[in-house]
C-alpha cells in the first residue's frame, strides 16, 4: 500500500483553549481505503506523542517504489485485511497543530515575526486538536464518523470526540489510555521539559534563531520516556543485566571472550546493554525531534483532563458523549494503568453507555498498544467487523 | 543527643574491585551510646545514595548549643528509647569513600597530581565500601558486630557484609533492599548520570578545576531519584493533579482568587504543584551534592549483584553467610520491591539460616524505609530488643 501525504490550509481563525487564536493553520494528512457513497464508513486514527499523520502503508520514492522501512506506525493495525480494514473503512489520520511533521508547528513561520515560532507557539490542548481534526472532517465531507480510534494520547482525543462532537462520533475506541494524568506522569514530564528547557542550547526556545537545537536535552527526554513506556518485565526480559560487551561478544559467537569479560568498571561508558539502547534511542529521537514540540505535547497530556470543569466528577463529565466504546488497557502498563482506563469504563457505564473492555495480559507496558499482540488485535477486529461495520450503510464496503 | 564526626586516617593501601587501589583513606564517622566491656554491642548503620555519616542526633555550634534542623537521617530510628536503642547499643556509621561528606572521595586532593580527583578518582563499590568500615571497625577494636543495618543501597551493604565478613556479623537487617538492580533500576541511574555528564559544565568531571559545577545535570538527576523514591499512590495524595498558584492562593485563605485560578497555559513556567515540589528538591540538591560522587554511587548501586559469581544463583552466593537476618520491604516500593526482598529471604532460607520477614503496607514507597511508620518501627524495636539484643554479653547496656 503507497500512500502520499495530503495537505489542508485553513484560512479560518482556530481559536483555542488558552485564549490564544491560530489565524490559519495547516494539516497534513494521509487517508487509506475509500470513502463510501454514503459517506459512513470514516475512521479517524488520533496519533500519540511522537508519530504523525503516517499510520499505515509505505510512502515512495521517486519513481513511485516503496520505500524500505517506511512503514507506518501503526501499520500492524491498519491497512487491508488488518483490524482496522481499509477494504471495508476510510481512514484519516491527521498530524497535531504544534508537532513537527508538517502540520503547522514551532518550526514554521510566525506570519506576525516572519521568524519560527519557537517557543512562541501557542499552548494546544487535546481539546484545540480535536477542533482542527473537525475541519478536515469538513473538508473531506464527512459529518459522521463510524469510529475515532487512538491510543495513549491518542486515546485522549479519542476521548475528547466524544464530548466537543458528540453527534459526529458513533463508536469510539480508547486503548492504553486516562482521563487525565496523574502526578507521577506529569512528574515525568515536567523533568524531561527540564531536560529540554535548561539545555544551554534552547536559548529560551528560539534555538533555531541561534542555528542549533538543544539535542543534549531532547536526548534526555527520550530517555525517560522510553523507560516509561517499558515495563520493569520486559526490561529484564530484553536486556536485564547483560553487559554491553559480553552482548557483542556472544553476537559474533565468541564465546570464549564472552566469558572472560568483566565488569570494566566506568562511571561514564556504556556498561550494560540498557544503557547503551538507551542511549541509542535518545540519539535518535534528537535529530528527528522538534525540542518545542516535545514541550508542547507532553503539556497537552498534562492540560488533559474533562472532569475538570465538573469539580472531577468524570461521570458528570462524560455524560454528553453518545458514541459506544471500546477501551482497551494492557496489564503491565505502568503509565496508562488498566486501574485508569476502568475509572473511563466506570463514567461511561454510570451514563448507561455501550462499552466494550479488554483488559490485555501483555508484558510490554504502555509500549504494547504499538505492537501485535493477537488477543488485542482480535479485540480491535472484532469490535470493527462486528459493531463497528454493523452500521455501514453499505455493509461489506464500497462495494 | 549532641554528636561530633570523627576522622580515621588509614595509611594502609585498600585494593579496590577495579583493580585500582586507593593509597590511603579517610573515614569520617559518627558514634553512638557507649561500647559495653565485651565490646560486643556495635551496630554499624550503612548509608544509602546522598545519605552521610550524620545518622542521629544533632550537631553543636560553637556555644555546643544543638543547631537546628541537624537531626540526622535516621533519627526517628537511632537514638536513645529509638528502636535502636542507644542506651544498650554501641552504634556506629561512617561516610562511605567515593562520597562528598568528609570521607575521601573525588572532590579531595589526588595525592598523585595535587589536583582534585574528580572523574579519576576510582569506581568503588558496596564491597569495597564494606571492607573500609571493616578497618574501621579494627581501628575501633570491634571484632564481631551485633548487628549491622541499612536501608536501599545501606541494605546491600549490609547484606555484603554476612558474605565478606561472616564470621563479624552476628545480625542483618536489610530494609527496602534488593540483591541486585533490575534493568529499570539502572535505567533510571543511566539517565540521571547522561543528565550530569553532558551538562557543558561537566568539563568530563573536572568541573572543579573549572571553578563551576554541572548544576542542571545534578537537578535532573534529583527530580528523576524523587520521582522513583514515591509511590504514584503518595504523589497523588500529596500533590494529586493541583495547580500551583491555586495552592497558593488557598494557602493565604484566598478562596475568591482560588476560584478563579485556571490553567495558565505555559510550557515552560510552573503549573503543578508537583513540578514546583521538583524543581525545589533539584535545586537543593544541586547546590549541596558533588556530581562524581552521584556517578560513583550510582554506579556502586550498578554493580552489585553477589550471584554474579555464582551465575546468578543467589543461594549459592548467600551459602557462607553466618549470620541471622531481618528483611524488610514496602508493598508500594515499585524501586526495591517486595519481590526482590522476598528472593533474599528465599535465598537465605535455601541455606538454613534464621531470617524474620517483614512486608510492611506502606503507602509512601521507597521513601517509606525513612519514615516513621509504627509497623516498621515496632519489627526494628521487637528485632533489636528480643533477638539482637539476646546476644549482648551484658543485656540490659553497659551498665
Same mark, same amino acid.
Given at each position: 500500500m503507497i500512500v502520499t501525504p495530503q495537505r489542508l490550509h485553513v484560512d479560518t481563525p482556530l481559536p483555542l483553549r488558552s485564549g490564544a487564536v491560530l489565524p490559519a493553520f495547516e494539516l497534513v494528512y494521509e487517508t487509506y481505503g475509500q470513502l463510501n457513497a454514503a459517506r459512513d464508513n470514516a475512521v479517524l486514527i488520533c496519533h500519540a506523542l511522537n508519530a504523525s499523520h503516517h499510520v499505515a502503508g509505505h510512502h515512495a520514492d521517486a519513481q513511485g517504489q516503496p520505500i524500505p522501512?517506511?512503514?507506518?506506525?501503526w501499520h500492524n493495525m491498519v491497512? *487491508?485485511?488488518?483490524?482496522?480494514?481499509t477494504e471495508r473503512f476510510f481512514v484519516i489520520c491527521a498530524n497535531n497543530i504544534g508537532s513537527c511533521f508538517g502540520s503547522t508547528g514551532p518550526t514554521h513561520i510566525n506570519p506576525a515575526t516572519g521568524? *519560527?515560532?519557537?517557543?512562541?507557539f501557542p499552548v494546544v490542548t487535546v481539546e484545540d486538536w480535536v477542533n482542527a481534526q473537525a475541519q478536515l472532517l469538513d473538508a473531506l465531507g464527512?459529518?459522521?464518523?463510524?469510529a475515532v480510534m487512538g491510543g495513549s494520547l491518542g486515546g485522549m482525543q479519542a476521548l475528547s470526540w466524544t464530548l466537543q462532537y458528540p453527534e459526529r462520533v458513533r463508536h469510539a475506541v480508547v486503548v492504553a489510555s486516562a482521563p487525565n494524568l496523574t502526578a507521577e506522569n506529569i512528574a515525568f514530564n515536567e523533568v524531561a521539559r527540564r531536560a529540554i528547557v535548561t539545555d544551554p542550547d534552547f536559548h529560551g526556545g528560539h534555538y533555531l534563531r541561534h542555528g542549533t537545537k538543544p539535542r543534549r536535552g531532547l536526548r534526555i527526554a527520550r530517555m525517560i520516556g522510553h523507560i516509561t513506556y517499558l515495563s520493569d518485565d520486559v526490561m529484564n526480559e530484553k536486556f536485564g543485566r547483560r553487559l554491553r560487551p559480553l552482548a557483542e561478544a556472544l553476537r559474533h559467537g565468541d564465546v570464549a571472550t564472552a566469558e572472560r569479560l568483566a565488569y570494566r568498571y566506568t562511571t561514564q561508558d556504556v556498561e550494560f546493554e540498557i544503557e547503551s539502547y538507551l542511549r541509542y534511542q535518545g540519539d535518535k529521537f534528537s535529530e528527528y525531534f522538534d525540542a518545542n514540540t516535545y514541550l508542547l505535547i507532553t503539556r497537552a497530556l498534562d492540560y488533559f483532563d474533562p472532569a475538570r470543569e465538573y469539580d472531577g466528577d468524570l461521570s458528570a463529565a462524560l455524560r454528553r458523549a453518545r458514541a459506544d466504546f471500546l477501551v482497551i488497557s494492557f496489564s503491565t502498563d505502568w503509565r496508562f494503568s488498566p486501574a485508569r482506563s476502568r475509572e473511563i469504563v466506570k463514567a461511561l457505564l454510570d451514563n448507561q453507555r455501550a462499552v466494550s473492555y479488554a483488559e490485555i495480559d501483555a508484558s510490554?507496558?504502555?509500549d504494547a498498544f504499538l505492537l501485535d499482540d493477537p488477543r488485542y488485535h482480535a479485540a480491535v477486529r472484532a469490535y470493527f467487523e462486528h459493531r463497528v461495520g454493523a452500521h455501514l450503510s453499505l455493509p461489506g464496503g464500497t462495494a
Amino acid at each position: 500500500m503507497i500512500v502520499t501525504p495530503q495537505r489542508l490550509h485553513v484560512d479560518t481563525p482556530l481559536p483555542l483553549r488558552s485564549g490564544a487564536v491560530l489565524p490559519a493553520f495547516e494539516l497534513v494528512y494521509e487517508t487509506y481505503g475509500q470513502l463510501n457513497a454514503a459517506r459512513d464508513n470514516a475512521v479517524l486514527i488520533c496519533h500519540a506523542l511522537n508519530a504523525s499523520h503516517h499510520v499505515a502503508g509505505h510512502h515512495a520514492d521517486a519513481q513511485g517504489q516503496p520505500i524500505p522501512k517506511s512503514e507506518g506506525w501503526w501499520h500492524n493495525m491498519v491497512g *487491508p485485511g488488518k483490524p482496522v480494514d481499509t477494504e471495508r473503512f476510510f481512514v484519516i489520520c491527521a498530524n497535531n497543530i504544534g508537532s513537527c511533521f508538517g502540520s503547522t508547528g514551532p518550526t514554521h513561520i510566525n506570519p506576525a515575526t516572519g521568524q *519560527p515560532w519557537g517557543a512562541d507557539f501557542p499552548v494546544v490542548t487535546v481539546e484545540d486538536w480535536v477542533n482542527a481534526q473537525a475541519q478536515l472532517l469538513d473538508a473531506l465531507g464527512i459529518e459522521r464518523l463510524a469510529a475515532v480510534m487512538g491510543g495513549s494520547l491518542g486515546g485522549m482525543q479519542a476521548l475528547s470526540w466524544t464530548l466537543q462532537y458528540p453527534e459526529r462520533v458513533r463508536h469510539a475506541v480508547v486503548v492504553a489510555s486516562a482521563p487525565n494524568l496523574t502526578a507521577e506522569n506529569i512528574a515525568f514530564n515536567e523533568v524531561a521539559r527540564r531536560a529540554i528547557v535548561t539545555d544551554p542550547d534552547f536559548h529560551g526556545g528560539h534555538y533555531l534563531r541561534h542555528g542549533t537545537k538543544p539535542r543534549r536535552g531532547l536526548r534526555i527526554a527520550r530517555m525517560i520516556g522510553h523507560i516509561t513506556y517499558l515495563s520493569d518485565d520486559v526490561m529484564n526480559e530484553k536486556f536485564g543485566r547483560r553487559l554491553r560487551p559480553l552482548a557483542e561478544a556472544l553476537r559474533h559467537g565468541d564465546v570464549a571472550t564472552a566469558e572472560r569479560l568483566a565488569y570494566r568498571y566506568t562511571t561514564q561508558d556504556v556498561e550494560f546493554e540498557i544503557e547503551s539502547y538507551l542511549r541509542y534511542q535518545g540519539d535518535k529521537f534528537s535529530e528527528y525531534f522538534d525540542a518545542n514540540t516535545y514541550l508542547l505535547i507532553t503539556r497537552a497530556l498534562d492540560y488533559f483532563d474533562p472532569a475538570r470543569e465538573y469539580d472531577g466528577d468524570l461521570s458528570a463529565a462524560l455524560r454528553r458523549a453518545r458514541a459506544d466504546f471500546l477501551v482497551i488497557s494492557f496489564s503491565t502498563d505502568w503509565r496508562f494503568s488498566p486501574a485508569r482506563s476502568r475509572e473511563i469504563v466506570k463514567a461511561l457505564l454510570d451514563n448507561q453507555r455501550a462499552v466494550s473492555y479488554a483488559e490485555i495480559d501483555a508484558s510490554h507496558g504502555h509500549d504494547a498498544f504499538l505492537l501485535d499482540d493477537p488477543r488485542y488485535h482480535a479485540a480491535v477486529r472484532a469490535y470493527f467487523e462486528h459493531r463497528v461495520g454493523a452500521h455501514l450503510s453499505l455493509p461489506g464496503g464500497t462495494a
